[in-house]
T-cell receptor
Framework: AQSVTQLDSQVPVFEEAPVELRCNYSSSVSVYLFWYVQYPNQGLQLLLKYLSGSTLVKGINGFEAEFNKSQTSFHLRKPSVHISDTAEYFCAVSDRDDYKLSFGAGTTVTVRA | NAGVTQTPKFRILKIGQSMTLQCAQDMNHNYMYWYRQDPGMGLKLIYYSVGAGITDKGEVPNGYNVSRSTTEDFPLRLELAAPSQTSVYFC????????????FGQGTRLTVV
């Protein structure tokens, strides 16, 4: 099973500033990569996913992520955040021959005015 | 557009009591999962199922049991509740062997006192 490391547990950011959330995973075998968002008191919602093809993936709400195979990373970015982006963000990885997701510990993003 | 439905949303149990967390999906997905979410730990897989009648342990199965008599339902049973089982529980489902996306329920917040 994959090990997933989210390098920042808390990220405070001002409104309209850019944000980057870092994610590294353990194995360089073929993987599927995901970012999920959890708003307060809600379930997990898929932000974006990398299955194959272009290493730059665009998701909902203006987020994008870049897959870097050599660095086994899948960092999430947004050029300008809103107050409504305050949430917890989870990176998740699945080996292509597996049907289980491994999750990182999560990064809490707090957007301030 | 129900998706994955979990009941109850909240529950308080006394030590030693038992309960069943219900999970139902209406997307005809073969693969279903139970995760628990603890602060700073991300989501850990408890049990999963690849189809009706087939279940298997995840990372943290101790203290839990599951069954899968139908494609739609995947209940999680706690037989002797312990304080260590205080957590938020998420059920998820996926349509494919290769996990290209998982759909999550809203979660059940369980407190054992």
């Amino acid at each position: 099973a994959q090990s997933v490391t989210q390098l920042d547990s808390q990220v405070p950011v001002f409104e309209e500033a850019p944000v980057e959330l870092r994610c590294n995973y353990s194995s360089s075998v073929s993987v599927y990569l995901f970012w999920y968002v959890q708003y307060p008191n809600q379930g997990l919602q898929l932000l974006l996913k990398y299955l194959s093809g272009s290493t730059l993936v665009k998701g909902i709400n203006g987020f994008e992520a870049e897959f870097n195979k050599s660095q086994t990373s899948f960092h999430l970015r947004k050029p300008s955040v809103h107050i409504s982006d305050t949430a917890e963000y989870f990176c998740a990885v699945s080996d292509r021959d597996d049907y289980k997701l491994s999750f990182g510990a999560g990064t809490t993003v707090t957007v301030r005015a | 557009n129900a998706g994955v439905t979990q009941t109850p949303k909240f529950r308080i149990l006394k030590i030693g009591q038992s309960m069943t967390l219900q999970c139902a999906q209406d997307m005809n997905h073969n693969y279903m999962y139970w995760y628990r979410q603890d602060p700073g730990m991300g989501l850990k897989l408890i049990y999963y199922s690849v189809g009706a009648g087939i279940t298997d342990k995840g990372e943290v199965p101790n203290g839990y049991n599951v069954s899968r008599s139908t494609t739609e339902d995947f209940p999680l049973r706690l037989e002797l509740a312990a304080p260590s089982q205080t957590s938020v529980y998420f059920c998820a489902s996926s349509p494919e062997l290769r996990l290209t996306e998982a759909f999550f329920g809203q979660g059940t917040r369980l407190t054992v006192v």
